[in-house]
């Protein structure tokens, strides 16, 4: 909660700061890789900082938390502040990391806003990136322990010892512990961080969903990435490694996964993002799950469809389930209301329904509002997008 010094200042000059928080942040990651070379060659994911994609996750996550102290004091934004922290647990993130981050986002606000930066305004701003920063490091204190890691030891060796094509863009890595070590439970859902070294040196990191549930080892699930930019480390898993490499692998994180109980539930992906959705109908199936279970999935056509003899067998297993597949230009004979985007007008969703979706931002937009317009509450509607979440800023 804000000091009652604070809080009106903060107020005051939320729109200021609103309106310049994307310059604010592009001049801070300026900064911060001057001083840090390092963080953008080996923590930052260089295809983020090269589209913008990060700088707007980081304003619109800076200006949705400020705004939730001023528009509800008494209450912290804990959905937005865990997703974060499970992200930079993935990470690896220290505490003492925050302070840099105060270093240069503080001269980046002072240099845009310049006069407007009172002494008093500065103190104001700083109780609010206090704030949040010390509820994220309790938070992510919080996920160490439970994964019984600290910072610097989330990563650890894995081998691969299987990789195949799910098609011709998407191929399925299984890893075990190069120590011959326990591998560390997960939540169907959750996803990994991969680290892989660059040719140029680089070692980067992205994240991947789990994709199943083997019996001592982990799988994951990589979707080949063309465009402005390439995937980096997409790419490279793709092109260069294969069974009997070794990979960084963090210890498994994530805040949306499959709740548990007797409810309906529905899972709706597009594209790779049938990927937690496989994991979870892999966790249902291995349980017994007697509950109702929806899976709807879109994708360009067939052969694009990741898992789709999975996703079959997984339904088949399951003793109250359906599968509901849209194929946007469909090859060959296909149902007419399967053609085009995702209509769930055609989809029976039972009252009590808890929704799980992962895909494309317009995608999840529009099926939430679908889901919503079927009588689905919106807390029971949990997303997740890879990527920075630009929806962190939307009060999604």
């Known amino acids: 909660m804000l000091s009652p010094q604070a809080a009106p200042v903060v107020e005051a000059t939320l729109p200021a700061v609103g309106a310049a928080v994307g310059d604010i ?3 801070f990651y300026e900064r911060l890789f001057e001083a840090h070379p ?6 930052f994911n260089r295809g983020n900082q090269a ?6 996750a980081l304003a619109g996550a800076i200006a949705a938390f400020a705004s939730a102290l001023v528009s509800h004091p008494a209450q912290r934004p804990d959905a937005m502040l865990r997703r974060i922290a499970h992200k930079h647990a993935s990470l690896g993130i220290a505490p003492e990391q925050y302070e840099v981050v105060h270093e240069h986002l503080f001269a980046a606000i002072a240099e845009v806003l310049g006069e407007a930066v009172t002494p008093e305004v500065a103190a104001a701003w700083d109780e609010v990136y206090w704030l949040m920063a010390n509820a994220l490091i309790a938070l992510e204190k919080d996920l ?3 994964a019984g890691v600290g910072p610097g030891a989330v990563m650890r060796p894995w081998t691969v010892v299987s990789r195949h094509l799910e098609t011709d863009d998407v191929a399925t890595f299984l890893v075990r512990p190069a120590d011959g070590g326990p591998v560390p439970a997960s939540l169907p859902g ?9 040719p140029d040196g680089a070692r980067q990191i992205r994240q991947y969903s789990l994709s199943g549930h083997p019996h001592g080892a982990l799988q994951f699930s990589v979707k080949r990435v063309t465009g402005t930019p390439d995937g980096e480390v997409s790419n490279h898993l793709h092109e260069h490694v294969g069974v009997g490499d070794t990979l960084l692998v963090s210890h498994p994180f994530g805040d949306v996964t499959l709740g548990g109980g007797d409810a309906p539930v529905l899972l709706a ?18 349980t017994g799950a007697t509950r109702r279970v929806i899976a709807v999935h879109a994708d360009r056509d067939q052969f694009a469809h990741a898992f789709r003899p999975d996703l079959h067998r997984l339904v088949g297993r399951l003793a109250d389930a359906e599968a509901h597949i849209f194929y946007q230009r469909p090859v060959g004979e296909w149902p007419e209301h399967r053609s085009g985007l995702v209509d769930l007008s055609t989809v029976e969703v039972p009252a009590g ?21 079927a ?7 949990h997303y997740e997008v890879f990527g920075p979440d630009l929806w962190l800023g939307a009060g999604a």
């Open 353 to 373: 329904t808890t929704a799980y979706l992962c895909g494309p931002l317009p995608f999840l937009r529009s099926v939430r509002g679908q889901l919503i317009e």
């Open 51 to 56: 589209n913008g994609a990060q700088r707007q």
């Open 144 to 146: 160490y322990a439970g």
């Open 269 to 286: 992906s597009a594209g790779i993002g049938c990927t937690p959705m496989v994991g979870m109908l892999s966790h249902l199936a291995a």
């Open 25 to 27: 942040t592009a001049r």
């Open 190 to 198: 959750q996803y990994v961080s991969v680290q892989a070294e660059l």
């Open 375 to 381: 009588g689905v509450r919106p807390a029971d509607i």
């Open 38 to 43: 390092e963080l953008l060659r080996d923590l």
